[in-house]
């Protein structure tokens, strides 16, 4: 065939499976996938179940199948929120560091808020970070990271979240 589109979602074996088997067969057709998964809402069903990997799992296809679309970076830092929530810091801070990393990738030289579902990846994974340094007992660098943070977006969406999270660190 010219070209084959594939469903993530189908049953057995998902498009990513089926891709996957073509890739090791030598078969390289161009693919197209398509999907009606909703990236945050099938990580955030995972969290709400308390499937931390899971999670990660579904938030890592979506960055490889869209080529770290936004809406997937968003999905990332839902990973980070619930790693910290299950306790798990060294890997909040990790995924947190990563979706920051994404994010500001994804931006180039655009305004945050010019690109849907940014700021609130970013805005979570710099949470996240203070968050974690607080847990560990340096919440002073906590508040020096969202202060740094702040005087880098302060005029953007991101500014409240930012000052809350200084406030509620103090």
Same mark, same amino acid.
């Given at each position: 065939?010219?070209?084959?589109? !594939? +469903?993530?979602?189908?049953?057995?074996?998902?498009?990513?499976?089926?891709?996957?088997?073509?890739?090791?067969?030598?078969?390289?057709?161009?693919?197209?996938?398509?999907? #009606?998964? %909703?990236?945050? /809402?099938?990580?955030?069903?995972?969290?709400?179940?308390?499937?931390?990997?899971?999670?990660?799992?579904?938030?890592?296809?979506?960055? /490889?199948a /869209?080529?770290? %679309?936004?809406?997937?970076?968003?999905?990332? #830092?839902w &990973?980070?929120?619930?790693?910290?929530?299950?306790?798990? !810091? +060294? /890997?909040?801070? #990790?995924?947190?560091?990563?979706?920051?990393?994404? $994010?500001?990738? $994804?931006?180039?030289?655009?305004?945050?808020? %010019?690109?849907?579902?940014?700021?609130?990846?970013?805005?979570?994974? @710099?949470? &996240?970070?203070?968050?974690?340094?607080? $847990?560990?007992?340096?919440?002073?660098?906590?508040? *020096? @990271?969202?202060?740094?943070?702040?005087?880098? *977006?302060?005029?953007? #969406?991101?500014?409240?979240?930012?000052?809350?999270?200084?406030?509620?660190l103090?």
């Open positions: 065939p010219d070209v084959l589109l !594939l +469903d993530l979602v189908m049953p057995g074996l998902d498009g990513f499976g089926v891709l996957a088997r073509l890739t090791q067969s030598g078969h390289g057709v161009p693919t197209v996938i398509l999907t #009606s998964r %909703a990236d945050r /809402s099938e990580v955030r069903a995972a969290l709400a179940k308390g499937d931390l990997a899971g999670a990660e799992r579904i938030a890592r296809e979506h960055l /490889s /869209s080529g770290n %679309a936004p809406v997937a970076i968003e999905a990332l #830092s &990973v980070a929120r619930g790693a910290l929530a299950a306790g798990q !810091l +060294d /890997s909040a801070g #990790s995924v947190a560091r990563e979706t920051q990393r994404l $994010a500001e990738a $994804a931006l180039g030289k655009r305004p945050l808020d %010019a690109v849907p579902g940014l700021p609130i990846a970013l805005g979570a994974a @710099l949470e &996240v970070q203070a968050q974690v340094l607080a $847990a560990r007992g340096a919440r002073s660098d906590g508040v *020096y @990271l969202l202060t740094r943070e702040l005087e880098r *977006y302060g005029d953007t #969406s991101i500014h409240e979240r930012l000052q809350k999270n200084i406030h509620l103090n």
